[in-house]
């Protein structure tokens, strides 16, 4: 079945350091991808999204590549603030028909 | 706009007490909505998801059930609560087929 996997938190950075947090999935077609974050004791906040292929999404100084080659949408960002401090979620659901989301685990950002 | 609402925040039950958890989308009509439980340093668990009045589909058997009586209500409910259903329960709901999720605030289950 489809699968995402991230890479494990947590990810303990000072502010100012540039973030990347992996992100790697597996379908059986051309998914659309997201990446959600959850900040302490909320819900989830879709951060960013693509649809296809070399598509890339941004938000908040947050992006994504939709990379099809390497089956990935690693996030990244510059320049973290403290108040990026947060869970990250990476998610795929499938284009065709109905399907519900595909989540990773979740990588947890500490930013001091 | 579209607003996603779900209550309680917070609920602490003994075990074998009984369970009412309360979701409701504004500003959309038929949307799809979706319960998941969030565990403790775990990722998200779809629990179950309704593409309409009456219509649910549940993703793993478990203590829990769900119904949707009206077009934007969504509740999940327990007759005999267990130590193991404790966790942080989210709504979410989408418009449409393949679409991302907007999810609630949250609610946080504590079983003792």
């Known amino acids: 079945g489809d699968s995402v996997t991230q890479m494990e938190g947590p990810v303990t950075l000072s502010e100012e350091a540039f973030l990347t947090i992996n992100c790697t999935y597996t379908a059986t077609g051309y998914p659309s991808l997201f990446w959600y974050v959850q900040y302490p004791g909320e819900g989830l906040q879709l951060l960013l999204k693509?649809?296809?292929?070399?598509d890339k999404g941004s938000n908040k100084g947050f992006e994504a590549t939709y990379r099809k080659e390497t089956t990935s949408f690693h996030l990244e960002k510059g320049s973290v603030q403290v108040s990026d401090s947060a869970v990250y979620f990476c998610?795929?659901?499938?284009?065709?028909?109905?399907?519900?989301?595909?989540f990773g685990k979740g990588t947890m950002l500490l930013v001091s | 706009s579209q607003t996603i609402h779900q209550w309680p925040a917070t609920l602490v039950q003994p075990v074998g007490s009984p369970l009412s958890l309360e979701c409701t989308v504004e500003?959309?009509?038929?949307?799809?909505l979706y319960w998941y439980r969030q565990a403790a340093g775990r990722g998200l668990q779809l629990l179950f998801y309704?593409?309409?009045?009456?219509?649910i589909s549940s993703e793993v058997p478990q203590n829990l059930s769900a119904s949707r009586p009206q077009d934007r209500q969504f509740i999940l409910s327990s007759k005999k609560l267990l130590l193991s259903d404790s966790g942080f329960y989210l709504c979410?709901?989408?418009?449409?087929?393949?679409?991302?999720?907007?999810f609630g605030e949250g609610s946080r289950l504590t079983v003792l």
């Open positions: 500003g959309t009509s038929n949307p799809n």
């Open positions: 979410a709901w989408s418009a449409e087929e393949a679409g991302e999720l907007f």
């Open positions: 309704s593409v309409g009045i009456g219509q």
């Open positions: 998610a795929l659901v499938m284009n065709s028909g109905y399907s519900t989301l595909t």
């Open positions: 693509a649809t296809k292929a070399d």
